[in-house]
């Protein structure tokens, strides 16, 4: 029995939001193949994939390895903004 152990990004078509998951491939032979998650057999990742941010079901996979080769496809975490005070560069008129 061979294991393979697999990262495939997934993008979600209705939120955008993009992820990878890692799964444990057992092959026993040509033939035949057991997906794992954490120890769990799942099913095949392309067909019932679920996104975990919206639970949208309109997922699609990219070539192992594609985030890390495109790390712009990425959606960066949003920031906290900034909550200095703000400070016109224009003088206010003497009254």
């Given at each position: 029995?061979?294991?393979?152990?697999?990262?495939?990004?997934?993008?979600?078509?209705?939120?955008?939001?993009v992820w990878e998951e890692?799964?444990?491939?057992?092959?026993?032979?040509?033939?035949?193949?057991?997906?794992?998650?954490?120890?769990?057999?799942?099913?095949?990742?392309?067909?019932?994939?679920?996104?975990?941010?919206?639970?949208?079901?309109?997922?699609?996979?990219?070539?192992?390895?594609?985030?890390a080769r495109h790390p712009?496809?990425?959606?960066?975490a949003p920031t906290r903004?900034?909550?200095?005070?703000?400070?016109?560069?224009?003088?206010?008129?003497?009254?």
């Open positions: 029995m061979e294991e393979l152990t697999r990262t495939l990004p997934f993008e979600c078509r209705g939120c955008w939001h890692e799964y444990l491939v057992r092959r026993v032979d040509d033939r035949y193949e057991v997906w794992t998650r954490d120890g769990v057999a799942v099913p095949p990742p392309s067909k019932y994939a679920i996104c975990p941010k919206c639970g949208g079901g309109q997922v699609t996979t990219f070539p192992e390895g594609y985030l712009e496809a990425r959606i960066p903004p900034d909550e200095s005070a703000l400070v016109s560069p224009v003088r206010r008129p003497l009254v």
